[in-house]
């Protein structure tokens, strides 16, 4: 089993064969996994791919692992929403929500990386994983990593959301706290990397983590009917995912699974950290690096993105753009998705219905096209941003006539919002 064919360097081409290693010997390039797609495109079809379990490794032979899946084998399959209000809400045709904030099992897409990093580790033999994170990747860590009994050491900035850090340490990881940004996390992993023998998912088996994200965009073009849509928004971070996406939609085309729809890529960042899309917007070369992100999206919030150059390049290959959200836009974004379709976002899913919008409002985005919105993460964890931006709930005594006087001041007074605005 396997269809992987080496690791080659993103920025001079040359190959390494399968190993734990993230960068070019030649020239420190990036390392990304490619395939046999000529064997690949013998054996796979869509009958053979619809026959099998509702998991990301239905796609296996598109995924860097060698054999069966160990971690995760229940990851991905989210489901794709058609979103008939929010349709009439911006007065679009056709809009789908990707709904990764119920993916499983820690409610975010970065199961869907975590999977095919910690099945790859186990692969090489590794007993134990470490990451940097910024929220997100340590509750997928530390939970896959006890299901797959593995040692995890997780590596999170000091000032996160209270329920990205009980999501960690409930299931036995340690969790290290530093004093600085997730910029500052990274470095100091990178110089932990060099030290101990540890698989640290977005470091030393980053190109196989990475990877994992390219499910998000099959399972989107498969839900679709097989067709690729004609706008992709999508959050940024590292701008991995955004990269991922692209590279899907292009071994989907190059394997003959679905047609070339000239898929436009629209790349989403909070206005508080946003070195890829205001570089895409003011049409640089190159992004400047945000020194201190100050943003309630704090799972984007990466100053120094490792893939933002080449986030900057998909995007503007496939004529798309990118787009930014203040804290105040983030939340009336997810306020209308939930008001809407009955979706709690984490902040992440903010960005991407406010940026959304905003592309929309501005004729950027076609009414008429189908639009599809990648909602990365659950709302239940960021619930710090809305504290005082949602109603309160009414509290009465348990009495029917409290009730009925209640019920009748909120009848009188409209107090019901509009969902719509
Ligand atoms: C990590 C994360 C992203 C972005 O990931 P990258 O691949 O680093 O760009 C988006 N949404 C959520 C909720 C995340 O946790
Ligand atoms: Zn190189």
């Known amino acids: ?110 199961d869907r990386v975590v999977s095919v990093a910690l099945s790859k580790a186990k692969e090489f033999g590794f007993d134990t994983v470490s990451c940097a994170s910024t929220g997100n990747l340590a509750n997928s860590v530390a939970a896959l990593s006890t299901a797959g009994r593995l040692k995890s050491l997780i590596f999170i900035p000091y000032d996160l959301e209270q329920a990205k850090v009980v999501g960690t340490t409930v299931y036995g990881s340690t969790l290290i706290e530093v004093k600085g940004s ?99 917007k003011n049409d640089w070369e190159v992004f400047k690096p945000v020194k201190n992100p100050v943003t309630i999206a704090k799972s984007l919030a990466i100053g120094n993105p490792a893939d933002g150059f080449f986030a900057m390049d998909v995007i503007n290959q496939s004529r798309g753009t990118a787009e930014d959200a203040t804290d105040e836009e983030i939340v009336e974004g997810i306020k209308l998705l939930a008001m809407t379709e009955g979706i709690f976002a984490e902040t992440a899913g903010g960005v991407t219905m406010a940026v959304a919008t905003k ?33 309160d709930p009414e509290l009465i005594e348990a009495r029917l006539e409290e009730f009925e006087e209640l019920y009748e001041k909120l009848s009188k007074g409209g107090k019901r919002e509009d969902a719509i605005g």
């Open 1 to 110: 089993m396997g269809f992987v064919k080496s690791l080659r360097c993103k920025e001079c081409g040359e190959e390494f064969p399968k190993a734990p290693v993230h960068v070019c010997e030649m020239c420190f390039g990036p390392l990304e996994v490619t395939y046999n797609y000529d064997e690949i495109k013998q054996s796979l079809s869509r009958e053979a791919i619809e026959k099998r379990g509702n998991n990301i490794w239905r796609y296996w032979e598109l995924l860097p692992i060698d054999n069966p899946p160990t971690i995760g084998q229940s990851v991905g399959f989210t489901p794709l929403i058609r979103a008939e209000n929010l349709a009439r809400a911006l007065g679009v045709k056709e809009i789908y929500i990707k709904n990764d904030s119920v993916c499983y099992p820690t409610l975010s897409f970065k």
């Open 182 to 280: 997730y910029d500052d996390v990274n470095r100091l992993c990178n110089e932990i990397a060099g030290k101990f023998n540890w698989a640290f998912v977005n470091i030393n088996i980053r190109p196989y983590y990475a990877e994992g994200s390219k499910s998000l965009g099959f399972e989107v073009m498969e839900q679709l009917g097989w067709r690729a849509p004609k706008h992709f928004v999508i959050p940024m971070a590292s701008g991995s995912l955004l990269t991922k996406i692209s590279k899907a939609i292009k071994e989907f085309e190059t394997i003959g699974l679905v047609e070339s729809n000239g898929t436009k890529l629209y790349g989403a960042q909070a206005a508080g950290c946003s070195p890829i899309s205001t570089a895409v």
């Open 359 to 391: 592309l929309i409002k501005r004729g950027v985005i076609p009414r008429d096209e189908s639009i599809v919105l990648a909602i990365t993460g659950n709302g239940l964890k960021t619930q710090e941003s809305l504290i005082g931006k949602v109603s």
